[in-house]
């Protein structure tokens, strides 16, 4: 482009800006789309005009701007202006994110400016005018992608509105027992933390949740490292069915999943039986240390090693019932092992008529394992329910009675 061209550019330039600065002097007006203007900022009229389709984004950004901050802003030229006039006045940040109460500004071709209501998961509400051949008139509110708005939001410095973080944002941070989280508001500012929690419970003898239990739920995952006492079941077999007056041999085998060594007579499987008595139907009185244990360990079991548990089962029932039984290892003064699966539930037919019970049931497990009263077979497990001296056996009992009483009151209060 030679020297003339340049120059004819320019005077071109000069006139068309004075044209503008003319025509917006000359049509500014105090209404546009049905909206009036409030002179609560010292101007008697919006500084911006009008568009013949009865609309203008900037007409109506300025004007909220005026309601709402009391500020008479001078003219910043179209739409795709703005932003960098805000950046270079001190009253006012431009963020990257939507702030309630700011101005969204947008640079493609003239731009477009409006002011933010509301705010949340990746959209920004507003309320705007629009000029346009064809557009409808007036003022709305619509919802836009918060990228609508790409060269940033206007907000009033020193309101409190400056940014923290995106709506719809999430943090997360450790804390005293798992972690805890916060939420970016529509306002662009963080929300207070959540209560501290932690993740699911696995069974390490450590409050996982932070829910003030240790190992509930039955965690089927071992921690590491394992808790002092833990068990998983590995095989079992109980009959089916018992005839009255017979009994039979049911064995359970767990592995020692915990850091201590299982000592003989210290770890034994309780029976907690169906009855509203809490006794099991399956007592066996000539065989069970006491009457609500099975079995206990006749030797030491070192971690990683295996235990079985074998036990009489005994049927004294004069009407044909369906016994639901669960018995659980503890150990020695009672307490629970609490996971991975320390539990063995049965399910056997009692009385009469057990066996044909037990057949129409269609159960799929062991075959019926009955005998004559007279049969006194008690197996061949590593870990038989050895007998305990009779003063030790009452003194079991006793102490048992004493602690299943205490549970089953627990057990109501918390019903």
Known sequence: MNI???????????VLAIALSVTSKASATGSCGGQVHQNVCGNSTDIYPCCPNGGNCTWWAWEMVCRNWHLSLVNWGNANTWAAHARVDPRFDVVGQPVINSVG????????????????????????????????AGERTVSYPVSKFNSGYVARKGSGSSCECAA???????????????????????????????????CDGVDNDCNGLIDDGDPQTLG???????????????????PVGTH????????????????????????????DAGVSGLFSAGSWPAWNIAATLDHDVAPGANARFTFDVTSNADVSAKLNDMFVLQVAGGADLACPSPQLTTSIWVGPNA???????????????????????????????????LGGVLELAGFLIFIRARRRRASKKES
């Not at 731009?111 to 409808?136: I, L, S, Y």
């Open 4 to 14: 003339l061209k340049l120059a004819r550019y320019g005077l071109f330039c000069a």
């Open 105 to 136: 500004t947008a640079t493609p071709r003239s731009g477009h400016v409006a002011w933010v209501v509301a705010a949340g998961n990746g959209r920004v509400t507003v309320t705007e005018e629009n000029c346009c051949v064809g557009c409808g």
């Open 168 to 202: 719809g944002q999430t943090a997360t941070e450790a804390c005293s027992c798992g972690s805890h989280s916060r939420s970016c508001g529509a306002d662009c500012n963080w929300g207070a933390w959540s209560a501290c929690a932690g993740p699911p419970e696995t």
């Open 224 to 242: 590491s490292p394992p808790p002092a006492y833990a068990a998983t079941l590995l095989d079992s077999s109980s009959p089916r069915a018992i």
């Open 248 to 275: 039979a041999t049911a064995w359970a085998e767990f592995r020692n999943d915990g850091t201590q060594t299982w000592t003989k007579g210290n770890v034994w499987l309780s029976a907690d039986g169906d009855s």
């Open 355 to 389: 066996d044909q019970n037990a057949a129409q049931d269609g159960d799929a497990g062991t075959p019926a394992l009955t005998a004559d009263a007279s049969d006194s077979s008690s197996g061949c497990s590593v870990g038989s329910s050895s007998r305990l001296p």
